[in-house]
């Protein structure tokens, strides 16, 4: 296609299952990499995504937390300690690329649980209406895709708000607890969203964060699936379909058994296709591709080995691109161990081979 379409063209079109001028790119660098890259030569008051003129995806996102208070415990050269406003204490490593270590958690159990749920109310105050004024109509302008981001299931309960070890019991054990929270965090997304929609601040599709696997297999079996969280999933795109928009799933980790379950429920895009974790893309897009659009799947670990990925993007593009149907982008995030040559040269291989 000649003419050069714009983020939001794009990505409506692998929504559609069509082809576009070129597959969109979508992915996130870890904040140590955009340090290595403004070393490196990326100007420090423009985005990556500006300087390499890839795509524009935006976010809307609110505050549905217990609003606990935040306060930093310690601070080193090296990490600091802090208290989320969801009850956590955490540690941060300041020039490491890593997940937070979660040291403990304010909520930990029913009744911990029904003192914070009596503080998350749906109000507006919990909604930067100054960021959506001073942002939102330029977003639109320049053909940007926004996504209006949703907090609820099984990972953020688990990671950040009551610990891994004490839902994956809780699951077994007191599986009403687990289903009313992931009932209340889904009811807060959804009230607080309704009231960004009715102000005009309309978005594109609706993504959330629930990682369901680690490597080759799944935090809980697909019964369990079926009974505690599918339910909930189900009512989150349903509530954007309502809408016309789209509902895009952020699922780490090796969960192939849930895929058929997630299309059915409606799903309409899945990321990050973690190939490490044992998730094979070129399968998926032959299995799913008509029903699914696919986003990710390009093994991080190979970022920094020029070699290594391009062999692998040879592979994958043609296959991936066909049809529509597909948003470039690692299986995870992009390391640190990737310089800002070595991403210059995958973005130049990336626009060519995902050009139509």
């Known amino acids: 296609m000649s003419k050069t379409m714009t983020t939001f063209e794009r990505v409506q079109r692998m929504y559609e299952h069509r082809e576009a001028d070129r597959v969109p790119m979508q992915d996130s660098p870890w904040h140590t990499t955009l340090e290595r890259w403004h ?28 609003r606990f208070t935040e306060e930093v415990i310690e601070e080193t050269d090296e990490y600091t300690i802090v208290t989320t406003n969801w009850g956590a204490t955490l540690k941060n490593w300041k020039h490491i690329a890593s997940t937070p270590e979660f040291l403990d958690f304010k909520i930990n ?3 911990s649980w029904a003192a914070a749920k009596e503080r998350m109310q749906p109000t ?38 009551v610990g891994t070890e004490r839902v ?6 007191d599986p009403e607890w687990c289903m009313d929270m992931f009932d209340y965090f889904l009811q807060m997304s959804m009230s607080l969203m309704d009231m960004v929609w009715e102000a005009g601040y309309t978005f594109d599709a609706i993504s959330w964060p629930d990682d369901m696997g680690y490597k080759y297999k799944q935090f809980f079996s697909l019964r369990m699936y079926r009974n505690l969280l599918k339910p909930f999933q189900k009512r989150a795109i349903e509530w954007a379909h309502a809408k016309g928009i789209k509902a895009h799933l952020h699922s780490c980790g090796n969960i192939e058994p849930f895929i058929p379950e997630l ?29 699914l659009v696919l986003h990710g799947g390009i093994n991080a670990v190979h970022w920094d ?40 040269n995958i973005v130049a291989l990336y626009k060519k081979l995902g050009s139509y």
Do not use: C
């Open 39 to 66: 070393r490196e030569g990326l100007p420090e008051n423009v985005s990556y995504a500006d300087y390499f003129d890839l795509d524009h995806f935006e976010s809307i996102y609110v505050d549905s937390s217990p």
């Open 109 to 111: 159990g029913p009744e």
């Open 124 to 161: 507006p105050d919990r909604i930067p209406w100054d960021h959506l004024q001073r942002n939102y109509k330029r977003w639109r302008e320049n053909g940007a895709w926004v996504i209006g981001q949703f907090w609820f299931g099984f990972d953020v309960t688990h990671s950040w708000t």
């Open 168 to 173: 994956l019991t809780a699951m077994a054990l």
């Open 263 to 291: 299309i059915e429920i409606g799903l309409d895009a899945l990321n990050p296709l973690e190939v490490k974790a044992g998730m094979d893309t070129i399968a998926l897009k032959k299995q799913y591709g008509d029903q």
């Open 305 to 344: 080995n020029p070699e290594k990925i391009m062999a692998e993007m040879e592979t994958k593009l043609p296959v991936l691109k066909e049809n529509g149907g597909y948003i470039f982008a690692s299986d995870h995030s992009i390391p640190d161990a990737v310089s800002l040559e070595d991403f210059a």
